[in-house]
């Protein structure tokens, strides 16, 4: 069998960067549960090690820049004549106001809530299990960089079903 790239992308031409906003939001879809479940020990006081949350924190942040880049991206392509935002804002404006505008939106707030806590425990890596504020602090920016990110994902999927690229 002879699979090319477009076989595997789609027919497309903006394939390429639908894939990489769908492998990053898929990547970081698995790091912002885990930086979720890393909240919850973070407020139980269950971290033994401060480090544990660096390197996860950053993929995280970098996860959601990345995410983000491509979805900026892919939403030139959206918008352009004869895209899914004509063809939404012709037959149901609404279903373009409520899933891709306010989903573009929300998911703008995971970047600085993602790189915020990355920061935290790189900063304060030393005070952060002395300091119960601070870690619900990063607990409580952890816990929304996963619900923003939560409401964008399922946003997006949505509206990939409706009318894709």
Request: charged share 10%.
């Given at each position: 069998?002879?699979m090319?790239?477009?076989a595997?992308?789609?027919g497309s031409?903006?394939?390429?960067?639908?894939?990489l906003?769908?492998?990053?939001?898929?990547l970081?879809?698995?790091?912002?549960?885990?930086?979720l479940?890393q909240?919850?020990r973070?407020?139980?006081?269950?971290?033994?090690?401060?480090a544990?949350?660096?390197?996860?924190s950053?993929v995280?942040?970098?996860?959601a820049?990345?995410?983000v880049?491509?979805?900026?991206?892919?939403y030139i392509?959206?918008?352009?004549q004869?895209?899914?935002?004509?063809?939404?804002?012709e037959?149901?404006?609404?279903i373009?106001k409520?899933?891709?505008?306010?989903?573009?939106?929300?998911?703008?707030?995971?970047?600085?809530?993602a790189v915020?806590?990355?920061?935290?425990f790189?900063?304060?890596r030393?005070?952060m299990?002395?300091?119960?504020?601070?870690r619900?602090?990063?607990?409580?920016?952890?816990?929304?960089?996963f619900?923003?990110?939560l409401v964008?994902?399922?946003?997006?999927?949505?509206?990939?079903?409706?009318?894709?690229?």
């Amino acid at each position: 069998m002879n699979m090319n790239l477009s076989a595997l992308l789609g027919g497309s031409r903006y394939a390429l960067e639908g894939a990489l906003h769908g492998v990053a939001a898929g990547l970081f879809m698995i790091t912002a549960t885990i930086g979720l479940f890393q909240a919850y020990r973070l407020l139980t006081g269950t971290i033994q090690h401060p480090a544990q949350l660096e390197f996860g924190s950053v993929v995280n942040a970098l996860l959601a820049f990345l995410t983000v880049l491509f979805g900026n991206r892919i939403y030139i392509f959206y918008r352009a004549q004869g895209g899914p935002r004509s063809y939404f804002m012709e037959n149901s404006p609404q279903i373009h106001k409520i899933f891709f505008e306010f989903k573009e939106f929300v998911a703008l707030f995971t970047l600085p809530l993602a790189v915020t806590a990355a920061f935290l425990f790189l900063a304060y890596r030393d005070q952060m299990l002395r300091s119960k504020g601070l870690r619900t602090i990063a607990a409580v920016l952890l816990a929304l960089t996963f619900f923003y990110f939560l409401v964008a994902f399922g946003l997006g999927a949505a509206i990939t079903k409706l009318r894709g690229l």
